[in-house]
């Protein structure tokens, strides 16, 4: 589809000769990186690439994603009984997804360096270039933009007509453009500010944001539409509503469709010229500033170290003597800890899972467990926590953490590093295995046991400490079945891969898990029986843990 | 060359056959502590194969081994822990820093924390990198890098220090500070085994250059006494040796197709 797009775009040749592109090198330059594209997987999404052509590969998946995406925002137009407000919320989704996709996954073509190697240094013209670039995002704006604007363009050519069905189109346009600008500005100022380095560390952040927005939109967004208040939103009467740019695009269809107001042909105005102007800028911004700042990036020569201050005393190298028994077994412990901390292959994947948790305890605090609709007081949702029954629950959905971050461990994109194990004469790989076991349960699940312990005891009072203890336990002796039964080489030792492994295993343990936390569940009232499941977990850990440092691990590879 | 004394390393009828194919048939050869041993050949002749073995990488060759008089089959990790390996082109997390990847590696050769701690601060002030001790090498150049990689490779103080092409990336004057360093150490009674393509070095630094080809050690002896038996540079007795007399005729072949 992009190559269509791509066909398109390129149509008007006299115009683009007119401007002084080289018609010729733009296609080619452009068919090269669309075909690169297709077979790298989109960040966002976590897809596989395939090796299919054309239409079957990248583009469909992320299409059909999108397509999904565009059909959930549709919900708008049923639960929103006001069409201009529904409208308006329609199109803040959708240009909130779009730049927060153009952040996560084009960030990779706009400061993409292996341009200074490939294209610079052959004889093509920086207009030619620049060009390339911006037709480049166009292209895969255009391919998202189809796919999630399609469902809303068919619901509303069927309920207003062809004319307001045109106009939509119009309009998705425009706010696709508005929102490549915003995108735009947003990388103009980090580049500015902030080193490479930190800049591809806030844009994985940023994907890990969307993730999390994603949840809490699907758990909470229907819950919020069906307030009152949204409900009887107005925007003739609300004037804080004129300020956004998406309010101004549904305006221009409330023209097609209905009265003539001052306010609309003012906002419909905003609409239509905001984006004339944007694309001015966004042009002018690219064909100047922009490259040369992703030019300086790319060299090293003059690229700014970020040195991390040797005074400063760093969490894992402090905890690391206090848990660590021998130099192997710290090995472990700190090349998880700092790597974990750093790759942010590991933290695009795993914060995300992070952040159900305070999700899911939003979630369960305000709203109940499957009560939604029921509406009560927030004594009443008090009371539901302090039995500690709503702690139980989240303090073994921490463990989802845990395997996850297990997942991901021994994968890293700069595996072959890994070399120094088998150079090295390992001579208890348990040890050093013990340590990595020990910076997992304390860096991913310790402090979410400590946090929901903090926030439990004002809530349920002191009651929870045993219970608190009890999965802690029993979540760390997950951990010690999770790395036998899963992990099979050294940490970061091996290529990254798309999907995750050891399902069924982690399955089953997981289940194990589950059936042990319905027990505790069933007597949290009976606090010394918890009490003694306590020190009888706590103590099946300690036994485990002498004789996982002992394991020979023959399965680990380098 | 103090031949007298016990050989460091000592290889004995070395064989390694992937498959159906040998890669190395049948080397037999003695080390002695303080040799700087310049290992050449052409590409895919077994060089990459014996510095594995010797390393304790490899565990299927047929022959024996020891190093230090310990046999590398009985005891691998003995031996991993006498030799220090920087591999060519190694790679390393570079999210870390210096000091990081430094200490890492010194706990896999159980050292203690204060003792690397100690020694890598001191060897990244040597290399010139003191200034970036706690910056992230992801920034860092090349030469950088393979800076610290050289470090990692002696900071266990090994007896056998087993270098696969050191100098790539380095700067003209990080190289003539690794040539003097290897001759220091040498000096010290430690044992080199340096891997390089790059002719002048090898001919400059080493006391000993071992040629392999195809699998077998093709000459064995001083620059000198190679230059006496077989030509004028090491890059004419590298090609004697190997089969390729005429460098003049691929090149104008290649010339030619730009006709």
Known sequence: ?558 | MNEQAQPIISISRLEKWYDSKQILKGIDLDIYPGQIIGYIGPNGAGKSTTVKILCGLISDFRGDVTVAGIDIRQDTLAVKAKIGYVPENAELYDVLTPMEYLDFMGKLYSMDEETTRRRAGLLLHGFGLGEHRDSRMDTFSKGMRQKVLLISGIIHNPTVIVLDEPLSGLDANAVIMVKELIALLAKEGKTIFYCSHMMDVVEKISDRILLINEGAIVADGTFESLKNEHGETLERVFARLTGRTDSNLDASHILSALD
């Open chain 1, 1 to 558: 589809m992009n190559k269509l797009i791509l066909k398109l775009l390129l149509l008007p040749t006299a115009l683009w000769k007119r401007m002084g592109v080289d018609t010729e090198k733009l296609r080619l330059i452009l068919e090269v990186k669309l075909t690169l594209d297709d077979r790298r997987p989109f960040a966002s999404m976590g897809q596989s690439s395939s090796k299919k052509k054309g239409w079957s590969g990248n583009t469909f998946l992320q299409f059909l994603v999108m397509a999904v995406m565009g059909a959930m925002l549709m919900a708008y137009f049923f639960m929103v009984s006001n069409s201009y407000v529904a409208y308006s919320l329609y199109f803040f989704s959708m240009m909130c997804v779009l730049a927060l996709m153009l952040i996560a996954d084009l960030s990779t073509i706009l400061i993409d360096p292996r341009d200074q190697y490939i294209i610079l240094p052959r004889p093509v013209d920086d207009r030619t270039f620049a060009v390339s670039r911006i037709l480049h995002i166009g292209v895969l704006l255009m391919g998202l933009l189809i796919g999630l604007v399609l469902p809303g363009l068919v619901y509303t050519a069927i309920t207003q007509g062809i004319v307001v069905g045109l106009v939509f189109i119009f309009q998705v346009f425009t706010a696709g453009i508005l929102t490549l600008l915003l995108v735009n500005q947003f990388y103009l100022m980090m580049i500015k500010w902030l080193s490479a380095r930190r800049l591809k560390d806030l844009v994985s952040m940023l994907q890990v944001v969307f993730t999390v927005v994603v949840i809490s939109a699907y758990y909470f967004g229907p819950i919020l539409l069906r307030q009152d208040w949204v409900q009887q939103l107005r925007v003739e009467e609300t004037p804080w509503l004129w300020v956004f740019p998406p309010v101004w695009i549904a305006s221009l269809q409330q023209l097609a469709a209905q009265s003539l107001s001052w306010l609309m042909v003012v906002l419909s105005l905003l609409g239509v010229t905001t984006p004339m102007v944007s694309l001015w800028l966004v042009v002018r911004i690219f064909a100047t500033g922009f490259n040369d700042k992703v030019a300086a990036m790319a060299t090293g020569d003059g690229q700014r170290t970020d040195t991390d201050r040797p005074s400063k005393r760093k969490w894992g190298s402090r905890l690391s003597p206090v848990l660590t028994r021998s130099p192997l077994e710290s090995a472990g412990f700190n090349i998880v800890w700092l790597i974990t901390g750093r790759s942010r292959e590991f933290k695009q994947k795993l914060y995300p899972t992070l952040a159900y948790i305070p999700v899911y305890f939003v979630f369960f605090f305000f709203f109940g467990f499957g009560k939604q609709d029921t509406p009560r007081s927030f004594e009443d949702k008090l009371e539901q926590m302090r039995d500690g029954s709503g702690f139980i629950l989240l303090f073994y959905l921490s463990l989802f953490t845990l395997i996850s971050a297990y997942q991901y461990l021994t994968q890293h994109e700069q595996f072959k590093a890994a070399w120094v194990y088998r150079a090295a004469p390992v001579s208890s790989p348990g040890v050093f295995m013990a340590g990595v076991l020990k910076a997992v349960l304390t860096k991913f699940f310790y402090p979410f046991i400590l946090g929901l312990l903090l926030l439990g005891v004002p809530i349920a009072g002191f009651g929870i400490i045993n219970d608190a203890l009890l999965a802690a336990a029993i979540g760390s002796i997950e951990a010690i079945l999770v790395a036998l039964f899963t992990m099979k080489a050294y940490p970061f030792s091996q290529p990254i891969k798309l999907s995750g492994s050891n399902f069924m295993t982690t399955l089953l343990i997981m289940g194990g898990v589950g059936v042990l936390g319905y027990a505790h569940y069933v007597f949290i009232r009976h606090e010394l029986l918890v009490w003694v499941a306590c020190l009888v977990a706590w103590g099946i850990f300690a036994v485990m843990l002498h004789r996982f440092r002992k394991e020979e691990w023959e399965a680990l590879r380098a």
